[in-house]
């Protein structure tokens, strides 16, 4: 079984430094159901800049992040409340989709 997931392969656009968004490249994460996420705002606040992108739970993508770059991780954990962040919203421009094996617990 296998589901949809994107592959970042190269830096997205955004409001965090550049080292934080550069350590999203190769990073894999499950693509979520088109979910309604209201108003898109930055991670920071003010306008988005990867609006009409794919669509992926925060918590996924933090996750997949913390084990692909530990401190770029934190800095969202530390800078932006995780409660905050439904969903992240990456520029199609940055990634592409691939399929992930998925295990059966």
């Given at each position: 079984?296998?589901?949809?997931?994107?592959?970042?392969?190269?830096?997205?656009?955004g409001q965090a430094p550049d080292w934080v968004r550069e350590a999203w490249v190769?990073?894999?994460?499950?693509?979520?159901?088109?979910?309604?996420?209201?108003?898109?705002?930055?991670?920071?606040?003010?306008?988005?800049?990867?609006?009409?992108?794919?669509?992926?739970?925060?918590?996924?993508?933090?996750?997949?992040?913390?084990?692909?770059?530990?401190?770029?991780?934190?800095?969202?954990?530390?800078?932006?409340?995780?409660?905050?962040?439904?969903?992240?919203?990456?520029?199609?421009?940055?990634?592409?989709?691939?399929?992930?094996?998925?295990?059966?617990?």
């Amino acid at each position: 079984m296998t589901r949809q997931c994107i592959c970042i392969f190269s830096t997205p656009p955004g409001q965090a430094p550049d080292w934080v968004r550069e350590a999203w490249v190769g990073v894999i994460i499950p693509l979520s159901e088109p979910a309604n996420v209201g108003h898109q705002r930055g991670a920071l606040g003010g306008s988005p800049q990867n609006q009409n992108g794919y669509c992926v739970k925060g918590s996924d993508a933090i996750e997949r992040l913390e084990g692909h770059n530990p401190e770029a991780a934190k800095w969202w954990k530390d800078n932006v409340p995780l409660e905050n962040i439904t969903h992240l919203v990456f520029s199609r421009d940055v990634c592409s989709i691939v399929e992930e094996e998925v295990i059966p617990s």
